[in-house]
């Protein structure tokens, strides 16, 4: 079955370090990759997608690239804030399955020191 | 993309009772979803709510416990029957579908039960 499994938490780094967070994911058809953020507090907000091999997503000087090749969507920042203090969310949704679900990880917790 | 409002965003109920959770869409969504989240988790997926037809459940969870309404493209609501302490948890709803393959979250419900 599909399956997301990213890096446990949580990950601590002082501002203006350079972040990396894994992502590896098990799909039976053609998944859609996505990265979501939740602030403290809040519900989950999209922070970026790619919906077929070697397509980048980015947003707020986050990257990720879907890498079919090593099943991986790994997200990665130059330079983090205090800001980027959240928990960071891996998921997919198999378009093979046209049923829209998304199957989530389990979440990395990242604390950014000022 | 949708913005989605959630009620009541927090309440506090004593066992044995039963909370109805509101989720409106600003806009129409082919699906909408219901998550729980319990505290240092992921989500999980509680059912997947259709206008007109009932909801599909997950594995682990009833309609007689999380009984759920979908009248119209834009509105629906969970029950959380017969509540237990075990069911203090944070649901979250969601919209999407329809080939899009992203959904926009609610801020969530913190369901807290003595």
């Known amino acids: 079955g599909n399956s997301v499994t990213q890096m446990e938490g949580p990950v601590t780094l002082s501002e203006e370090a350079f972040l990396t967070i894994n992502c590896t994911y098990t799909?039976?058809?053609?998944?859609?990759l996505f990265w979501y953020v939740q602030y403290p507090g809040e519900g989950l907000q999209l922070l970026l997608k790619a919906t077929k091999a070697d397509d980048k997503g980015s947003n707020k000087g986050f990257e990720a690239t879907y890498r079919k090749e090593t099943t991986s969507f790994h997200l990665e920042k130059g330079s983090v804030q205090v800001s980027d203090s959240a928990v960071y969310f891996c998921?997919?949704?198999?378009?093979?399955?046209?049923?829209?679900?998304?199957?989530f990880g389990k979440g990395t917790r990242l604390h950014i020191l000022p | 993309s949708a913005v989605i409002s959630q009620k009541p965003s927090r309440d506090i109920c004593q066992r044995g009772t039963s909370l109805t959770i509101q989720c409106q869409v600003d806009?129409?969504?082919?699906?909408m979803f219901w998550y729980r989240q319990q505290p240092g988790q992921s989500l999980t997926l509680i059912a997947t709510?259709?206008?007109?037809?009932?909801?599909?459940?997950e594995s682990g969870f009833v309609i007689d416990k999380f009984p759920i309404s979908r009248p119209n493209l834009t509105f629906s609501t969970l029950t959380v029957s017969n509540m237990s302490p075990e069911d203090s948890s944070i649901y979250l709803c969601?919209?999407?579908?329809?080939?899009?393959?992203?959904?926009?979250f609610g801020p969530g419900t913190r369901l807290t039960v003595t």
């Open positions: 799909a039976t058809g053609y998944p859609s």
């Open positions: 998921a997919l949704s198999d378009q093979g399955n046209r049923d829209d679900k998304i199957i």
């Open positions: 969601s919209g999407g579908g329809g080939g899009s393959y992203e959904q926009y």
């Open positions: 806009s129409q969504v082919t699906m």
């Open positions: 709510a259709n206008q007109g037809s009932e909801a599909t459940y």
